[in-house]
C-alpha cells in the first residue's frame, strides 16, 4: 500500500476518500481516531493509504491542477454552473457527460 494524502483537516481528508471510493478505489484511513499516545492526538493527521495497482490513478483523480476551470452549462435551464458542481444549484439537474457538455456549450 501507498500513501497517497495526508492532512490534518478531517473534511479534506474525507472529501478525497469518497472521490477515490466513488472511482472504485479501496481507500484505508489511518489515524482517524486520533494517535496511538506517541504524540497529542491533534498532532496525527490523517493518511489516505490506497493500492499499489491503484496509486496513479488515485493520484490522478486528487490532481485538482488538471480540473477544468470553465463553468458548465446546464441542459434544463441554461444556468452556467462552476466547474467543482455536479449538480445546477437552480432546477437540481445533474451535469451531463463531458463529451455532452462540450456538445451542448459549443452548440450556445
Known amino acids: 500500500m501507498k500513501q497517497i494524502f495526508t492532512n490534518e483537516n478531517r473534511l479534506l481528508a474525507m472529501n478525497s476518500k469518497n472521490i477515490l471510493e466513488q472511482a472504485g478505489i479501496h481507500v484505508v484511513v489511518k489515524n482517524e481516531h486520533g494517535s496511538d499516545g506517541a504524540m497529542p492526538g491533534h498532532q496525527a493527521w490523517l493518511e489516505l ?13 486528487l490532481d485538482t491542477d488538471s480540473m477544468p476551470a470553465e463553468p458548465w452549462l446546464c441542459q434544463s435551464c441554461e444556468e452556467q ?6 449538480v445546477c444549484w437552480n432546477c437540481q439537474t445533474e451535469r451531463l457527460a463531458e463529451t455532452e457538455n ?3 456549450v459549443s452548440a450556445v
Do not use: C, M, R, S
Request: charged letters at 25%; proline letters at 5%.
Open 102 to 104: 462540450a456538445e451542448e
Open 49 to 61: 493509504w490506497v493500492n499499489d495497482q491503484d496509486y496513479i490513478k488515485a493520484l490522478e483523480l
Open 81 to 86: 454552473v462552476p466547474t467543482q458542481f455536479q
